[in-house]
């Protein structure tokens, strides 16, 4: 079993940025897929970014050129940076760890971080 404890939400004007970060409870991070998800009132949770064990990243269309995923293995922590944010980004977002080293999005999930852009 693998604990993911999330970091870094909170509201921000639209045009604004925040970092958010997921730490894992493992000795083992570095074979881990790490991805972002986020899900808003009344939608279905989607993938917004992730980085797989060989730091192969992808992100959602809505998010490219905004958002950043980076990891880093010695701290077990994956981050997402996110830029000029927009109304429609507000969600809560998840952290997801997965043991295949690609996402799948049936790992270990986190508690969840509320963004709330808003002016």
């Known amino acids: 079993q693998v604990q993911l404890v999330e970091s870094g939400g909170g509201w921000v004007q639209p045009g604004g940025s925040l970092r958010l970060s997921c730490t894992a409870s493992?000795?083992?991070?570095?074979?881990?897929?790490m991805g972002w998800y986020r899900q808003a009132p009344g939608k279905q949770r989607e993938l917004v970014a992730d980085v797989s064990n060989a730091y192969r990243t992808n992100y959602a269309d809505s998010v490219k050129g905004r958002f950043t995923i980076s990891r880093d293995n010695a701290k077990k922590t994956v981050y997402l940076e996110m830029n000029s944010l927009k109304p429609e980004d507000t969600a809560v977002y998840y952290c997801n760890a997965d043991p295949l080293g690609t996402m799948t999005g049936r790992g270990y999930w986190g508690q969840g971080t509320q963004v709330t852009v808003s002016s």
């Open positions: 493992t000795s083992i991070f570095s074979i881990y897929a």
